[in-house]
């Protein structure tokens, strides 16, 4: 296992990590073989495991002298033994990334290929499924992949406005279940809706309409494959997604108080309609 020290943070091998942002990641590389997918940044030795074990294929792995160790055995478990391993002081690695490591290491992995929706769906035997429209936060994002994973979603949909997964803050804030659970990015709802129709899922949309029927109705009567559309902060959900719904479900509230937090609303709701 190469583990190197770093000595000059003009090493172009650290060039990944060198206040890289989430869309240059994405862009970084695309000429390269088996690169043409972008990068993502994994941090913390679990997130580096979680993508380890989905398959996903590290490029190089940037620790604290403290994680050596555990960034070395977790590569040579996975079959990766060459992959470098850079070490440096966290002074040092916070200038080259402009952020403090708090999880004693970072790595850059590759990004995976998406998969078209219909093949997706198909392969998992998906029966409740998570569509996120337009949701524009990473932390909301990565909290709601959070609940996914924990609730047991099969899969969630992310729409084309939707904030990308795969940046390092929604990573960190799914701890890393956004490399467990099965996703991939739709195209608009003209072409999305009939996709979940031919697929056999209801479409239930959580919108504050006046036709919304309450989540403790709904969870009663729930079909055996739903499709839970969850909207943006602030605005929620487009009249596209509304028009698309079978059902609009709304969370009963008390207080004056109309809805939550779009990520505190998804846990609500995906733990209902699990059950």
Not at 165 to 175: C, E, K, N, W
């Amino acid at each position: 296992m190469p583990v190197i020290r770093i000595a000059d943070l003009g090493d172009p091998r650290l060039t990944d990590y060198a206040h890289a942002t989430d869309v240059a990641l994405k862009n970084a590389r695309r000429a390269e073989p088996g690169r043409e997918h972008g990068l993502y940044l994994a941090e913390s030795l679990l997130v580096l495991e979680r993508a380890l074990r989905a398959g996903h294929t590290p490029r190089s792995v940037l620790a604290l002298g403290s994680s050596e160790h555990e960034a070395v055995a977790a590569l040579a478990a996975a079959g990766y033994p060459d992959v470098p391993v850079f070490v440096g002081p966290g002074d040092l690695l916070a200038e080259l990334t402009g952020y403090l490591l708090h999880r004693g290491l970072i790595a850059a992995m590759n990004r995976p290929p998406l998969r078209d929706p219909v093949e997706l769906l198909a392969a998992t035997d998906a029966r409740r499924i998570v569509v996120i429209e337009n949701v524009v936060d990473p932390t909301n994002v990565g909290a709601i992949f959070r609940s996914a994973g924990a609730i047991g979603a099969d899969a969630v949909l992310v729409t084309p406005r939707c904030s990308d997964p795969f940046y390092r803050r929604a990573i960190r804030v799914s701890m890393g279940t956004v490399l467990q659970v099965p996703w991939t990015r739709t195209g608009e709802w003209a072409e999305l809706a009939p996709q979940l129709a031919a697929a056999g899922f209801e479409i239930a949309a959580l919108a504050l309409t006046p036709d919304a029927v309450s989540l403790r109705d709904f969870e009663r009567r729930v079909p055996q494959r739903l499709a839970l559309v969850l909207g943006a902060e602030g605005e929620g959900l487009t009249p596209e997604a509304i028009a698309a719904a079978d059902t609009v479900v709304q969370i009963p509230m008390l207080h004056g108080i109309d809805s939550l937090n779009v990520a505190a609303a998804s846990a609500v709701a995906m733990w209902a309609v699990s059950r």
